[in-house]
């Protein structure tokens, strides 16, 4: 079974502009999560999605969304990028046999975003 | 303060044990998780444990859990170079039923000298 894909793996913007990054789970699992991982302050969970839902949300500001669709694929969206969003974005996904569970998370290997 | 908390540094010579500890601060944690970066890399699941129970072992891997006390730890047994990494200690918050957001510790860089 494959795991985990996110794409692209590396990626340079400037301020201001937005970004679209991409994550496809494990085959079967329906739960995709995002996290966010800096030398400063580690890791730090972004927001989960559960059947083309948010179902939790970290302290992010709203410059960061994301989407879920209908075959489990996430999409997450950073707008007005700032210096400071530079980072590895790390997608985990999980079984989540219903809405109420989530089992283990297995992770990406992440898409590293530099903001100049 | 922090969730989960880890010591920064660990060095150890090739084939001695290694012991990782964390301490975490929500007793309602269900799941308590390891993982492990190699630099440029995601994050590998080692192993996890149920709050129920108070040790695992897993081949070369021991995890010992005291709930009374919030502390964690990760033994590594016959340690080799190719362990060297960054090893999280994870544990998994109870939103409404759902488990999907980890909380991390900032990691524990181990180091094996030949």
């Known amino acids: 079974k494959a795991g985990v894909t996110q794409t692209p793996r590396y990626l340079i913007k400037t301020r201001g502009q937005q970004v679209t990054l991409s994550c496809s789970p494990i085959s079967g699992h329906r739960s995709v999560s995002w996290y966010q991982q800096t030398p400063g302050q580690g890791l730090q969970f972004l927001f989960e999605y559960f059947s083309e839902t948010q179902r939790n949300k970290g302290n992010f500001p709203g410059r960061f969304s994301g989407r879920q669709f209908s075959n489990s694929r996430s999409e997450m969206n950073v707008s007005t990028l700032e210096l400071g969003d530079s980072a590895l974005y790390l997608c985990?996904?999980?079984?989540?046999?219903?809405?109420?569970?989530?089992?283990?998370?297995?992770f990406g290997p992440g898409t590293r975003l530099t903001v100049l | 303060g922090e969730d989960v908390e880890q010591s920064l540094f660990l060095s150890v010579r090739e084939g001695d044990s290694s012991v990782i500890n964390c301490t975490y601060t929500?007793?309602?944690?269900?799941?308590l998780y390891w993982y492990k970066q190699e630099p440029g890399a995601g994050l590998q699941l080692l192993t996890y444990i149920f709050s129920n129970m108070d040790m695992k072992q897993d081949q070369r891997l021991t995890v010992l859990l005291n709930k009374k006390d919030k502390h964690l730890s990760l033994r590594i047994a016959d340690t080799q170079t190719g362990d060297s990494a960054i090893y999280f200690c994870a544990e998994s918050k109870d939103y409404g039923g759902s488990q999907g957001n980890l909380i991390f510790g900032k990691g524990t860089k181990l180091s094996v000298k030949p």
């Open positions: 985990a996904s999980s079984l989540a046999r219903d809405s109420s569970s989530t089992d283990t998370q297995y």
């Open positions: 929500d007793s309602s944690s269900t799941y």
